[in-house]
Every structure is written in C-alpha cells, then in structure tokens.
C-alpha cells in the first residue's frame, strides 16, 4: 500500500544533543509537510518543501532545519534540542498544493522526548 | 491572520445522542478539511469539502460546508464509544498550508 512512513516512532534525546527525524513515501507525491504538534495543541506546520522548493513558515526557530535529498525522503533536523521542542512530529504529503490535488496525508509521526 | 475557531473544545455525550461541532474560519476558502487523531495517534483524513454545499457522509458522522457563512459542521447521529477521539477541522490556505482549529476532544459515554 500506497504510504506515509515516520522513523523512530519514539525518538528521546538529550538537550542541545542533535535529533533527526525521518520521513519516506511511497505517493510519488511533489510535496511534503513536517509539523509540530504539541500536547492538547493542534498541528503547527513548520515547514515545507514543493518538489525541491523549500518554504519555511515564518515563526519556525532557526533551531528547526529540513532536508529533501529526493522525491522519497525528508528529514527534520533539530540541531540543539530544548524541554519546549518535545512534541509529536507528522509528517504528511500531498500531491500538489495549488489544485484539488492537495488533501494532506500523514505518517503516523514521532514522539520526541527531550530529557 | 488565518484563524479557524472550533466550538466546542469539549464535548461529552452519551451514547445515542446526536450532537453537532462547529466550525469557523476567516478565510474566502471554499475548501475545509475534518481529521480525528485517537490518542498518542496521527491524524486520520475524515472529509475533504471541496465547494460551497458540499455534504459528506461516512457512518455516524456527517460534514457539511457553508462558504458563505465560512462556516463547516460535523454532525454525530446516535454516538457509540468508538467515536471517542479529538476532531479538527482545517481550512486550506495558500500553497497548501493548512490552517487547523483547537480541536474538540469528544467523549461518549453509556
């Protein structure tokens, strides 16, 4: 099946120790979105790339990087971890973002622990 | 600034009942997407409301959109526990952002 994949499921790590996360589909899909999700909160979008077209939403910290090596695969860099960046992170897809083809399809996300 | 308002945040209900969750958007956008998200869960893709009028039904639940009023509902007819979960719903902006309500945390009860 056609899928959204998020690598670790779990991720703890140790302030300021730099934390990747992993995201992988199988769409063949042109976009790809990484948000924070925070307890009780609704999903933050981050950022996210269009092809290889990167876009980052304005009240992302610099602390937050990504990368998009290709169509398949983007990660979430965190390159000094704080106890405020624990949080569940989803990663979704989408065909495209200016047409009808831009329902958003998630992966089932990581839960960073920051210790 | 975008801003989608769900009423209510908390909505507890006893099975069989019906109930209704609101939701607001600012935006001219004629497209407004419903998730769940179960516990510790990602979210699940419930409706996709593309135009003005659009109804939507799976199971128990059933979404509506009302572009003009900028106004989406999600109808629960007869609750079971299963339907326990939090629901957003999500306008779609430019270039794909997705701009989500606070969510409603829904509890059904016996």
């Known amino acids: 099946d056609a899928m959204v994949i998020q690598n670790p499921r779990y991720q703890v790590t140790q302030f300021g120790k730099p934390v990747t996360l992993s995201c992988s589909q199988t769409l063949n899909h042109n976009v790809m979105y990484w948000y924070q999700q925070k307890s009780s909160q609704a999903p933050k979008l981050l950022f996210h790339?269009?092809?290889?077209?990167?876009?980052n939403e304005a009240d992302t910290p610099d602390n937050f990087q990504s990368r998009r090596p290709n169509t398949s695969f983007c990660f979430l860099d965190i390159r000094s971890p704080g106890l405020g960046d624990a949080a569940m992170y989803l990663c979704?897809?989408?065909?495209?973002?200016?047409?009808?083809?831009?329902?958003?399809?998630f992966g089932p996300g990581t839960r960073l622990t920051v210790l | 600034e975008l801003k989608v308002e769900q009423n209510p945040l908390f909505l507890s209900m006893q099975e069989g009942k019906n109930y209704t969750i609101y939701c607001n958007y600012s935006?001219?956008?004629?497209?407004l997407y419903w998730y769940r998200q179960d516990p510790g869960k990602s979210l699940e893709s419930l409706f996709v409301l593309l135009s003005n009028g659009a109804v939507k039904q799976e199971g128990r639940l059933m979404a509506s959109l009302d572009t003009k009023a900028r106004l989406s509902t999600l109808h629960i007819t007869a609750a079971v526990h299963d339907l326990s979960a939090t629901y957003f719903c999500a306008d779609f902006g430019s270039y794909g952002k997705l701009t989500f309500g606070q969510g409603t945390i829904l509890t059904v009860h016996p």
């Open positions: 790339y269009y092809d290889k077209d990167f876009n």
């Open positions: 979704a897809t989408s065909r495209d973002h200016g047409s009808s083809w831009n329902e958003q399809f």
């Open positions: 935006t001219t956008s004629d497209r």
